[in-house]
């Protein structure tokens, strides 16, 4: 089991949940679907992907431009279970993942509705640049992300 805190005591494994008033394979298509992704962002960092790098299963990679246009992130797609369960490591564009993991589960509650929790990771991180932006994401950082999500799943059931 990892950590949750490191030496100084940072938590390094930030979770947040919510049930969202949707089914699991609605929430889940805007998750696995890279190009949907910065329409829910609560971290404001990702910019855009291209159409047609919908996730599959482990192994599959998807790159995203980062707010500013200028970096670019492969993310390995680490875990996956169709409408229940993914998890990526990003790393630089051409460079194995920095250690970081995001996690996205989904747990169907009955009556359409689903609890989803997204998990950012840190206990593997070695790279010291990326050290005060983990450091920085929040609980808060993760909610905002779930409750754009959410609103976006809710609108698509009401459809």
């Known amino acids: 089991m990892a950590n949750d805190d490191d030496l100084s005591g940072t938590t390094q494994v930030v979770r947040a949940t919510r049930e969202v008033r949707a089914t699991p394979e609605t929430i889940f298509e805007l998750i696995a679907d890279p190009a949907r992704q910065p ?3 609560g971290n404001d960092n990702l910019g855009q992907a291209d159409a047609g790098q ?3 299963e482990v ?4 790159r995203m431009v980062l707010l500013g246009g200028d970096k670019v992130r492969e993310n390995h797609v680490v875990e996956f279970e169709e409408g229940r369960l993914i998890a990526w490591r990003p790393a630089s564009e051409g460079e194995a993942p920095a250690g970081h993991l995001w996690r996205w589960e989904l747990e169907p509650t009955g009556g359409g509705a689903t609890r989803v929790t997204q998990t950012y990771d840190w206990t593997q991180l070695t790279d010291e640049s990326r050290m005060a932006r983990a450091r920085s994401t929040s609980p808060a950082m993760l909610q905002a992300s779930l409750d754009r999500l959410a609103e976006l799943a809710e609108a698509t059931e009401l459809g």
């Open 39 to 41: 329409e829910w962002d």
């Open 54 to 56: 919908r996730v599959r």
């Open 59 to 62: 192994g599959d990679v998807f």
